[in-house]
Nanobody
Framework: QVQLVESGGGLVQAGGSLKLSCAAS????????MGWYRQAPGKQRELVAR???????DYADSVKGRFTISRDNAKNTVYLQLNSLKPEDTAVYYC?????????????????WGQGTQVTVSS
């Protein structure tokens, strides 16, 4: 079945860097936009960055100039480079993909989420 698997989270000091990866696997026929969201304790999930199949990017104001999203279409993988991390960046980061895939014998376009990866920034 189609699934998204994230990696790269962890604990880092303020000012440090991390790189998150998210690979889509399964029977995939095409991927449109991919993105990263985050959810801090007691807060709603919010968009961090998004990238279209053509490479157009969009960022939350709070991460502009510090985070960079990229993708490798051949590997069905999206990345998020996190630089100059701040304690307020602490959250669970979720990968998201708008793709056409086969699940349980049915081919359709759907929105998929990864399981989440924890990023903790200490002050």
């Amino acid at each position: 079945q189609v699934q998204l698997v994230e990696s790269g989270g962890g604990l880092v000091q303020a000012g440090g860097s991390l790189k998150l990866s998210c690979a889509a696997s399964g029977s995939i026929f095409g991927i449109n936009a991919m993105g990263w969201y985050r959810q801090a304790p007691g807060k709603q999930r919010e968009l961090v960055a998004r990238i279209t199949s053509g490479g157009t990017t969009d960022y939350a104001d709070s991460v502009k100039g510090r985070f960079t999203i990229s993708r490798d279409n051949a590997k069905n993988t999206v990345y998020l480079q996190l630089n100059s991390l701040k304690p307020e960046d602490t959250a669970v980061y979720y990968c998201n993909a708008d793709l056409v895939g086969r699940n349980y014998g049915s081919v359709r376009r759907d929105n998929y989420w990864g399981q989440g990866t924890q990023v903790t920034v200490s002050s």
